[in-house]
């Protein structure tokens, strides 16, 4: 139990640094490291989702007190990616988690990729990004992340910032609603666990201690997210969180084949 949950402190505290300087991460590279550990997806999904709740509450304080949130962003952001994440959710639980998992070990291994190829494609000048598209982007990204245990911040940040949003208010503003919708997720698993519409949430309990050390690593780490991002180079750490994914990924499908 004590080395089970300093691994997992130790992966959520790095991980945290990371999304707080990049707005992604702490939920690919967690839930993967469960998947590792051989829960199903919805399990990891719930795990993660119960550790982010606290989390993602001191980074968006740390975010707000740095100003780098985008509020008008914010307002259109939220509601969406609060009805995309209860959506994924309830796809989530009506699957049989040994037919989902592959499709999320590769899913978790295309994101590591496109963390790469974010890390060395080549940096064009910052502008005000359209708006247009963000409640579509904001229902795809909370449906990912609740479905694939993570994918919020490489979808929604990576997707603003390729439009040519400015990446410190992207970030605040995408790590301050993940709350919201990582809260909403974990209200939806609950609600499905006690109306009988989960059957396979029986990892949770035997898996507490890589949770607990999830939320320990992470709080530790979250109120440093609003310091990082202004300080440290976001490409080499792109480029770590990505190898680190698509690691984890590949070792996951040799388990599989095994």
Known sequence: MGSEFLI???????????????????????TTMLLSFGLP??????????????TTAASASSHISHRNVNWRLFWRLAPAGIAGGILGTYVLTSIDGSVLRPFVTVYL?????????????ARAPYREHGTAYVAPL???????????GGGWGP???SSLIGSGGA??????????????????VSVAFLTALFTGHWQQADGLYGHIWSVAGLVVGGVLAAPLAGFVVRIIPARPLMILVGGLVMSLAAYQTWQLLA
């Open 8 to 30: 997992f402190a130790i992966v959520g505290f790095l991980a945290q640094i990371v999304d707080g300087a990049l707005g992604m991460a702490y939920g690919v590279v967690s």
């Open 167 to 184: 990446p410190r208010f992207v970030v605040g503003t995408v790590n301050t609603v993940e709350f919201f919708v990582t809260t909403a």
């Open 138 to 148: 904001g229902v795809a990204g909370g449906f990912v992340d609740a479905a694939g």
């Open 155 to 157: 979808i929604v940040t």
């Open 109 to 121: 291994g295309l994101l590591g990729a496109y963390i790469l190829f974010r890390a060395f494609r």
């Open 41 to 54: 997806p919805a399990t990891a999904s719930a795990s993660v989702h119960a550790a982010e709740m606290f």
